[in-house]
């Protein structure tokens, strides 16, 4: 069975261009969580899908960054326009439907704003 | 204001030490305090968990210590390997019934041979 999937592994972008991230979950999966990691910190939570809908987005840094999870399958993360301070690791997890299932982690997307 | 805090941030163990990391926490409503183990490359993978209403949990080389009245919770590697080490983070969840994590700094372990 395949695991989390995140694209792609890492991304170097100059300040004020458009990123877009995308993580497939496992399949059968209903949850999805974004996490990001910036450099030397702890991993923070961003989001939390369920299917396609948008259960709990109170980590999201600001309106630079917008998430989506078309028809409750893979998930696209936009940062538009990136700064300097979006620098980090991106990670997707996704867990199935069922009381505290665990939560699987992508390898991460490494995006570097210059 | 850091909900989860972690300690050392790295960690040197000869092979067959014991490794101890440490985390404490604030919130009173975490139920829930995964450890996660991630190599380099890799995303984080589930180590180990436990609920409060145990004081320890004990998976093959890897316990849990668990402190509900000082807030606090361990890892201990028992018989280190170099295959052990990477990177240790500790988290914490609410009763939400959904992975909500809020996870501490990290630890770096590096077993030496």
């Known amino acids: 069975e395949a695991g989390v999937t995140q694209f792609p592994s890492h991304s170097v972008i100059e300040k004020g261009q458009t990123v877009t991230l995308r993580c497939d979950p496992i399949s059968g999966h209903d949850n999805l969580y974004w996490y990001r990691r910036v450099m030397g910190k702890e991993i923070k939570f961003l989001l939390h899908?369920?299917?396609?809908?948008?259960?709990?987005e109170s980590g999201m840094p600001n309106n630079r960054f917008l998430a989506e999870r078309t028809g409750g399958t893979y998930s696209t993360l936009k940062v538009q326009p990136a700064e300097l301070e979006d620098s980090g690791v991106y990670f997707c997890?996704?867990?199935?439907?069922?009381?505290?299932?665990?939560?699987?982690f992508g390898q991460g997307t490494r995006l570097t704003v210059v | 204001q850091q909900q989860v805090k972690q300690s050392p941030q790295s960690l040197i163990v000869q092979k067959g030490g014991i490794s101890i990391i440490n985390c404490a926490y604030e919130n009173t409503a975490f139920d829930y305090f995964p450890w996660y183990q991630q190599f380099p490359g890799k995303g984080p993978a589930l180590l180990i968990a436990?609920?409060?209403?145990?004081s320890e949990k004990k998976e093959g080389r890897f316990t849990i210590s668990f402190n509900k009245s000082a807030k606090q919770f361990s890892l201990h590697i028992m018989d280190s390997q170099p295959g052990d080490s990477a990177t240790y983070f500790c988290?914490?969840?609410?009763?939400?019934?959904?992975?909500?994590?809020?996870f501490g700094t990290g630890t770096r372990l590096l077993v030496s041979p």
């Open positions: 997890a996704s867990s199935p439907w069922t009381a505290r299932g665990e939560a699987f």
């Open positions: 988290a914490a969840s609410e009763n939400t019934g959904f992975q909500k994590l809020v």
């Open positions: 436990i609920r409060p209403d145990v």
């Open positions: 899908f369920v299917k396609e809908s948008k259960q709990d």
